[in-house]
């Protein structure tokens, strides 16, 4: 107890004496998370895109235009029987079009002069597993024929963007890996200024007895701080981030079609402090093992 | 106390110290000496182990330095008390947070280590001075401030390098008194040093190194 009181205050003496190195090493880490934080809420918000996304995929069957009613009622029902079909709705021609001119101004005049067949009656089919991709493959197939004149399967547009998601996914994992490497480098490198600073005192404590445990402690304490600071300023910033410059965007591209952006879940943010505590501990550890390992 | 069977060092191609036999007893007072690079500094280091023997084996106080893990030198050096030629005082920190390092590191509660502090203070001549800052005494003074720090845990051995080196000669004097005194104690105390006039002045056992070779004993 009384080395943890002579560690602590040889801590909070190193934190004041060396107060813009500390301040340094800190920027530098909430920095880092910060870069993380922004780059994992972008991916957190295109994977929730994507599932919701998923849960609503379906196909759409548009009607030759005379193809009777009660052949397009007695389809829909067969395709009822099939036990991997959720639901099936019927949208008839007036359906789609009072669609269309409820969310497009002045399309109704546009519709009239084309006449009509313009939107074409459809079957939405959905399927009871959204990621039954083979069942939907399985019906685009079938409805190919004289009943229908186009198939419109969403499933492969989102698999398409998926790979692309997976893409990023490694190329996030990449780049995390290089901040943190950067980070981890700049931090370590500014610790070590600290450790520079008070090298004469850290010989003379080798000299009259001091373990490398109690050289490193205080350190570690630095680094415990930065760390914390740091995450706790990444994830302000974060949120600053997510207000500011995030939601503005939203409402200037009008992405709203999943709902509202959503700021980083608090397991994410939970990861990126213990990231951010990681990183300056780990920093302290490599700049002080680097010194001891130097003097004898 | 210190006991040295055909120990040598080498640097590279270079002898700093050749197949050396010697025995210090517990309690006494001894000179390294000899001329710039005759092995006086190798010596020393070796003992309190910031250097290893290339051969040979090397006893302080029953325990087999040269065999000491890294891990291992902190209890060694806990034992004894160092004095070097340019002092090594931290200039942020006061005489007595100078002095406290040793005992600090050993998790000596801070009532003790203010009690101790203050006597050993008193004993090198430097009562009253705790809350000064090194760079504000003279030299002989912040050689003193080394020794107290050397002393302050009662450690059975004293190396001291060059202690005097730095110092005029009444400083010097005074210095020497302290390491007499201490060596008085009971703690054995060996001083590296080339200055003939102490030597003299204090006669003590003398160890004489020449390349590197113990030239008498």
């Known amino acids: 107890m009384t080395v943890f009181g002579h560690v602590l205050r040889r801590a909070l003496r190193s934190l004041w004496e060396n107060l813009y190195l500390n301040a340094m090493a800190t920027t530098v880490i909430a920095a880092a998370l910060l870069l993380m934080g922004v780059y994992l809420t972008v991916q957190y918000n295109l994977n929730t895109f994507v599932d919701s996304w998923d849960k609503d995929v379906h196909v759409s069957a548009y009607f030759h235009t005379d193809v009777p009613e009660q052949r397009r009622l007695d389809l829909r029902d067969r395709l009822l029987d099939d036990p991997a079909v959720a639901r099936v709705r019927y949208v008839s021609e007036d359906e789609a079009r009072d669609w269309l001119v409820e969310r497009v101004d002045g399309v109704s005049d546009v519709l009239d002069q084309l006449g009509p ?6 079957l939405e089919i959905t399927a009871t597993d959204p990621g039954d991709t083979t069942a939907l493959a399985r019906w685009a197939d079938d409805l190919e024929g004289p009943d229908f004149q186009a198939i419109d399967y969403g499933q492969e547009w989102i698999e398409r963007f998926q790979a692309f998601l997976s893409v990023l996914k490694l190329l996030g994992a990449l780049l995390g890996t290089l ?30 007895g001091a373990t490398g445990a109690y050289i490193t402690a205080p350190f570690l304490l630095e680094g415990l701080l930065q760390g914390s600071l740091g995450a706790l300023f990444s994830t302000v910033g974060l949120w600053a981030v997510h207000v ?20 980083l879940p608090g397991r994410w943010l939970v990861l990126l402090c213990v990231t951010g505590i990681v990183l300056g501990v780990g920093a302290s550890i490599v700049a002080v093992t680097r010194f001891l390992l130097r003097t004898p | 106390m210190i006991r040295l069977y055909h120990v040598t060092k080498r640097y590279g191609d270079v002898h700093a110290l050749q197949d050396i036999n010697l025995h210090v007893a517990k309690g006494e007072f ?3 000496t000899g001329p710039s690079g005759a092995g006086k500094s190798t010596m020393l280091k070796l003992l309190y182990g910031a250097v290893r023997p290339t051969s040979g084996k090397l006893l302080v106080g029953g325990v087999d330095v040269a065999r000491l893990k890294r891990r291992e030198l902190p209890g060694l050096r806990r034992n004894m008390g160092i004095v070097f030629q340019d002092f090594k005082l931290i200039d942020t920190r006061t005489v007595a947070e100078n002095v406290s390092l040793s005992l600090e590191v050993i998790g000596t509660p801070r009532a003790d280590i203010r009690r101790r502090v203050q006597a050993v203070l008193s004993i090198v001549g430097l009562r009253g001075r705790g809350d000064d800052r090194p760079q504000t005494l003279s030299g002989g003074e912040q050689q003193r401030v080394a020794v107290a720090r050397a002393i302050v845990n ?48 204090f006669p003590y056992r003398t160890l004489r190194f020449r390349a590197g070779r113990l030239e008498s004993a």
């Open chain 1, 117 to 122: 067949g313009v939107l074409p009656a459809s």
């Open chain 1, 179 to 208: 901040i943190l490497v950067a980070a981890l480098f700049l931090v370590t490198n500014t610790v070590y200024l600290i450790v520079y600073n008070r090298r004469e005192e850290l010989e003379v404590q080798k000299l009259v």
């Open chain 1, 244 to 263: 500011l410059l995030i939601a503005r965007l939203q409402d200037a591209l009008a992405l709203g079609m999943a709902g509202e952006l959503a700021m």
């Open chain 2, 30 to 32: 001894c000179y390294v």
């Open chain 2, 154 to 201: 009662d450690p059975s051995i004293v190396l001291a390098d060059e202690p005097t080196g730095n110092l005029d000669g009444a400083m010097a004097i005074e210095v020497m008194e302290i390491l007499q005194a201490i060596n008085l104690r009971g703690t054995t105390v060996l001083v590296a040093t080339h200055d003939h006039g102490l030597m003299q002045r």
